[in-house]
């Protein structure tokens, strides 16, 4: 276990629809960082959040947007569900911002959207 | 663009050494991490190389040289919970940019 937990760890969408996804990271960490993993890929980078600021984005487009609360919680936002979108999302907590070499994973949310 | 490059299986038996290799082709690179995903769980951090060279952690090392943009992953003395997908990832200022994945599978 890491410490790091998300919510939901499921979850069913429509097509064109908005979702929240939610990150608790662990304790003493203030930096987030959230990842898309299709089916049978590695993770890729959406973006991260150090001290309530964004500080880097993958190239995802702007219907991904994200923030990350005083306590360093963190939220992924996606508008305008596409069917593309269906993946696991993971987000990783870790303390420093850039350069920091150990990112502890939670597990995931598995978003389906029909 | 960016790449990684790793194999995207490998088998062994129990009590075997394996050696997942991983090349890179990145714009920035601070080190080169692995990470260890069972199926439906998360990515769990093995190990991290910022210099060229040897790092050992238990059955598990990593290696790395940054001249020949590659590294690789070796698993000693295998049992049968390493069967997961490793991942290669470079460490990029902020993020951490993935390979595809390798499948390892240890039989008895």
Known sequence: ?114 | GQSLEQPSEVTAVEGAIVQINCTYQTSGFYGLSWYQQHDGGAPTFLSYNGLDGLEETGRFSSFLSRSDSYGYLLLQELQMKDSASYFCAVLNTDKLIFGTGTRLQVFP
């Open chain 1, 1 to 114: 276990e890491t410490g790091v937990t998300q919510s939901p760890t499921h979850l069913i969408k429509t097509r064109g629809q908005q979702v929240t996804l939610r990150c608790s990271s662990q304790s003493g960490h203030n930096t987030v960082s959230w990842y898309q993993q299709a089916l049978g890929q590695g993770p890729q980078f959406i973006f991260q959040y150090y001290r309530e600021e964004e500080n880097g984005r993958g190239n995802f487009p702007p219907r991904f947007s994200g923030l990350q609360f005083p306590n360093y919680s963190s939220e992924l936002n996606v508008n305008a569900l596409e069917l593309d979108d269906s993946a696991l999302y993971l987000c990783a907590s870790s303390f420093g911002g850039s350069g920091n070499t150990e990112a502890f994973f939670g597990q995931g949310t598995r978003l389906t959207v029909v």
